[in-house]
């Protein structure tokens, strides 16, 4: 390859990535607030599927992308009202609790697909924004300023979020319930409603990497569409040590190793692409399994909090 074919595919691949990794950012950080405040919340990839199917329906059935977002997001906090209190108020096991909702969710959006849809469909999408000038700059203008707003929205909620969870009283206080719920319970916060607001704020954020998914990438919607994103955006947490510049890094290098698997398979060669397709959630492995750095994790994760149990 010729150095500027080199530099071209390069850009391509960046291009892609900073689209692909919207969902994983979404999700993630909404996952990285559940279990900042003590709840692992394996129902993501289900509550993704189900925004997915909201979104794209309304879109498709009013032609109207904003509608089918919004109520994507509601159906997110009702389905995180669901799991808070099956999780929180319940004591339900989180990992069992997760994986039903995870279950149900894929169940209904499925369901009601074949119901109200039932075949193919497709729509016009969130269109890229056009930023002036910007857009027109050489290589930046592509790689930067070519995105449909929740591009934009995706990488501005991971500063926001930061300030949110280290700069605010409430942010302060999902830390304390994370890892002392009986020490915040005694300097007065109310361990259930922080982690009710965390769940429910985390599948809001769920669901709109799902609508993201059917109502500006794909612009269609099918049962596959989330392909185990929401099982990636847990691992992302992990990955990014609960913290969400670090959940940054970590979607940019899948979203990066997704983009050169996509470029390979369009490219040609007489290597099995198949290989290539598993690349990006191996090197997720590797690294999570490579990693010597001591794990953040919030020390109440999955701990059920009874302010009667002294134990």
């Keep these: 390859m010729a150095i500027n074919e080199i530099l071209n595919l390069i850009l391509r691949i960046l291009t892609v990535a900073i689209a692909v990794s919207a969902p994983y950012l979404f999700a993630a950080i909404g996952e990285m607030f559940s279990q900042k405040s003590g709840v692992l919340n394996l129902g993501v990839e289900g ?3 189900l925004g997915a199917f909201v979104a794209f329906y309304f879109a498709w059935a009013y032609e109207s992308i904003l509608l089918g977002i919004i109520l994507a997001v509601f159906v997110g906090a009702l389905m995180g009202l669901l799991m808070s209190f099956v999780s929180v108020t319940l004591k339900a096991k989180q990992g069992i609790s997760g994986i039903g909702l995870y279950m149900f969710g894929w169940g ?3 369901t009601l697909f074949r119901l109200f849809i039932g075949g193919v469909e ?3 999408g969130l269109p890229n924004l056009h930023l002036g000038f910007l857009s027109e700059l050489p290589i930046l203008g592509k790689l930067l300023f070519s995105h449909n707003i929740l591009v ?3 990488f501005l909620l991971v500063p926001i979020s930061w300030y949110v969870l280290y700069k605010t009283s409430w942010g302060l206080k999902v830390r304390a319930v994370g890892s002392t719920p009986r020490a915040a319970d005694t300097m007065g916060t109310n361990v259930n409603k922080i982690r009710y607001q965390c769940v429910i704020l985390g599948s809001m954020l769920a669901a709109l990497g799902g609508a993201y998914l059917s ?3 794909a612009n269609m919607f099918a049962n596959d569409l989330v392909a185990g994103r929401g099982f990636i955006a847990v691992a992302l ?3 990014g040590r609960w913290k969400p510049f670090g959940i940054l890094k970590g979607a940019m290098l899948f979203s990066i190793a997704n983009g050169f698997q996509r470029w390979y398979q369009i490219s040609g060669s007489t290597f ?3 290989v290539t397709v598993i690349f990006p959630y191996l090197l997720i492995i590797i690294v999570l399994a490579l990693s010597h750095e001591k794990f953040a994790e919030p020390t109440a994760l999955t701990v059920p909090y ?3 149990f002294k134990g």
């Design 47 to 49: 509550i993704m599927m």
């Design 108 to 110: 209904v959006a499925g």
């Design 122 to 124: 497709d729509i016009a």
């Design 152 to 154: 934009y929205l995706a």
């Design 215 to 217: 109502v500006a990438q």
């Design 237 to 239: 947490v992990y990955f």
């Design 272 to 274: 099995p692409y198949e």
């Design 306 to 308: 009874d302010r009667e």
